[in-house]
């Protein structure tokens, strides 16, 4: 890579090398084992003229997405997630039954069916064909495409515009960030309402975050450099919510730059933060490298005591970033039994470039381990309230970031 896919810029900088992994989403059958697995470099850079920072586009959105193993809905939290911002964008834009919601890659419908409960017209545009036909079969209405600006004005040929374009975890999955944000203007009303939720950059570097760097993600925003990408597309940053979800997200409401007027005092003030932490100049990203590289000698120094006392450590959860962690620290069957995950879809494959089996989540209970690492760190809460049974035989759950943390799980009392 040697321009910026945003303001094409020659000057990059390295903010953190993670060697070569596959990518993250590209779980192996059994009879794939024996055959060549490509892995390709996932070094992570900044522009120092736009301050995007960003990934080469190595692998294409078609290679991942036309058939996917995410699927939202098995999140009890990212549902949950979905219906309060239903609930609160119709309040906040009073979108009535007139009112025409699309949402850009909308995977399994987990967002838009709460849309359809409420009566309002809705579309959802899905590259991957297995999800989309999910998202049909549950009554949500969803075509099978990659958003461009010939898709947005097609659609809003066709359907009419959007009074709200929703685009929710796929602002960083796109190579072609300005063709994208043509793509989200060419649906929305002139007089309409976008709102993209994407990590923000902050947190990931604060948190040590570095295992949601994965080959899907092509570029990594702040407020700063998020507002200037959906300004190459003619919309305007009006105002941001901080979000704890996927560790820290931001949540950008941005409108055509005709109607937008003055963003908030809450714009100002997270790129107040923004350019304290260093974000702005090369300062926030010196040390990213370094703590990241204590992260994996951590677990693994962990992984390997706990070998060498004969105890047992399995995975919960088998997410793209658990692979990126997984590769990065060269983490395999010897140390890492096998993983669950509630997707069924990913019941007897294994973890790319690592191969470590995926089992249902009923096997851990069933093997009672020492240890379970949590690898979708991002859903403390939720899951250390799953796993709760975990502490009836006195196993323990292990989070690996932002840095390790081994959590004793109460056992349950028993009633009489």
């Not at 945003?6 to 779980?27: I, K, N, Q, R």
């Not at 979800?245 to 003055?262: F, I, K, Q």
Request: charged share 20%; aromatic share 8%.
């Amino acid at each position: 890579m040697t321009r910026c896919r945003l303001c094409g810029s020659a000057a990059l900088t390295s903010v953190v090398d993670l060697g070569a992994t596959p990518p993250c989403e590209s779980f192996l059958a059994a009879d794939e084992l024996d055959r060549p697995e490509p892995a390709y470099p996932l070094h992570l850079r900044v522009c120092t003229d736009c301050w995007l920072a960003q990934l080469p586009p190595l692998i294409t959105p078609e290679e991942t997405f036309q058939e996917y193993a995410y699927f939202s809905s098995y999140s009890t939290s990212w549902v949950e997630h979905a219906r309060a911002f239903v609930a609160g964008a119709v309040e906040r834009l009073a979108l009535g039954g007139e009112a025409f919601v699309v949402e850009v890659a909308s995977n399994d419908g987990y967002l838009l069916k709460h849309v359809v409960d409420r009566g309002i017209r809705c579309l959802g545009i899905e590259p991957s064909v297995n999800v989309g036909a999910a998202a049909r079969d549950a009554g949500v209405p969803t075509v099978t495409e990659f958003l461009s600006p010939e898709t947005g004005a097609a659609v809003r040929a066709e359907h009419g515009p959007a009074d709200l374009v929703v685009a929710n975890n796929v602002y960083a999955h796109i190579p072609d960030v300005v063709g994208f944000t043509r793509g989200l203007r060419a649906l929305v009303a002139d007089d309409g309402w976008v709102s993209v939720e994407v990590q923000h950059l902050l947190t990931l570097i604060e948190e040590n975050q570095y295992d949601t760097i994965y080959h899907e993600h092509f570029q990594y925003y702040t407020v700063a450099s998020a507002a200037r990408a959906l300004a190459s597309g003619g919309l305007t940053l009006v105002d941001v919510e901080l979000l704890p979800t996927h560790g820290g997200s931001v949540r950008l409401w941005a409108r055509p730059a005709e109607v937008a007027g003055e963003p908030t005092e809450r714009v100002a003030e997270v790129l107040d933060r923004e350019k304290a932490a260093g974000l702005q100049d090369l300062s926030g990203y010196a040390e990213f490298s370094d703590r990241v590289a204590k992260v994996r000698r951590d677990l693994l120094r962990f992984l390997i005591e706990a070998a060498e006392r004969g105890e047992t450590v399995v995975g919960y959860g088998a997410p793209g970033k658990g692979n990126t962690l997984l590769n990065h620290c060269g983490i395999r069957p010897d140390l890492l039994a096998y993983t669950v995950d509630r997707n069924p879809y990913k019941h007897g494959r294994f973890t790319p470039g690592t191969r470590v089996p995926i089992l249902p989540p009923e096997r851990i209970a069933a093997d009672r381990p020492d240890y379970v690492l949590v690898l979708p760190w991002n859903l403390r809460a939720e899951l250390v309230e799953q796993l709760s049974f975990v502490g009836d035989w006195g196993g323990r759950l292990v989070f690996p970031i932002p840095e390790l943390s081994i959590v004793e799980v109460p056992a349950k009392e028993v009633t009489a």
